[in-house]
């Protein structure tokens, strides 16, 4: 295993060097900015932060390059990104003065693992694939400590269970285009419970697309293939109400309440 300060400094260096390289558009943000027949967990989100970000204080953990920082602003929430990298804060800070929302936004450089804020000072906390860059313990205490008492977070990563998926993953490791840290730390359920220790409610856990990433796997065009994208989604929904299909689940949602002391 990574020492604790070369994995950071090889998950900056990764993800800097990702934010130059990257063919990046500023104008698409959250759920549009993804390929249209993987978005569905974004979309949940999205439907979920409407709900209950009103008007409150928003940690975006992990922002990266502020793709899903911004519409939490659009329910009038105030929101603040961190992240390790500085090259990703600099399109964070771009796409917001690009949505004039740089009143509304700060992006700040930090490590998820020791977050600069004092403690019970967000209302909300979003995380984006994140927790497969972090040591999740580490990460799930932060959370729980900068988290109100009355607060919420809600968490959309990957699972790390399909075993066609995870060779995926890897041979994106060989090509340079993951790290090390998010292949072998790929979200499992135990990580999903593991948060039991630091906050007292898991409040809901859905899981996302099986069958719909072999479609994704060939195509962005849902003009020609939302119907079958529709037919594949209905056939997940039922496949995951079995618990074995579950663990082959593309993408988890969960959302955690009432951070223990």
Known sequence: MESLNLRKKNEEKHYDSKALKEDFFISENGS???????????????????????????????????????????????????????????????????????????FIKGDCEDLPFEERSFDIILSYGTLSCLDVKRAYLEMSRVLKADGKVIIVDTLGYNPILNLNRWIKYKRGLRT???????????????????????????????????????????????????????????????????????????VLSKPRK
């Open 32 to 106: 549009d900015s993804m390929n249209p027949f993987l978005s569905s967990p974004y979309v949940y989100a999205e439907q979920w932060i409407m709900g209950n970000c009103q008007n409150k204080k928003v940690l975006d953990f992990g922002c990266g390059q502020g793709t899903f920082s911004v519409f939490p602003t659009q329910s009038g929430a105030e929101v603040v990104g961190v992240d390790i990298s500085s090259k990703s804060l600099e399109f964070s800070k771009e796409r917001a003065r690009r949505g004039n929302l740089l009143e509304k936004t700060n």
């Open 180 to 254: 090390r840290q998010t292949v072998e730390n790929i979200l499992k359920m135990g990580d999903v419970y593991l948060a039991n220790r630091y906050f007292e409610k898991i409040e809901s856990i859905k899981f996302f697309d099986f069958t719909t990433v072999f479609l994704a796997s060939l195509t962005r065009n849902k003009n020609w293939w939302g119907w079958l994208f529709r037919a594949l989604k209905k056939i997940d929904d039922a496949l995951f109400e079995l618990s074995f299909f579950r663990y082959l689940a593309f993408k988890v949602v969960f």
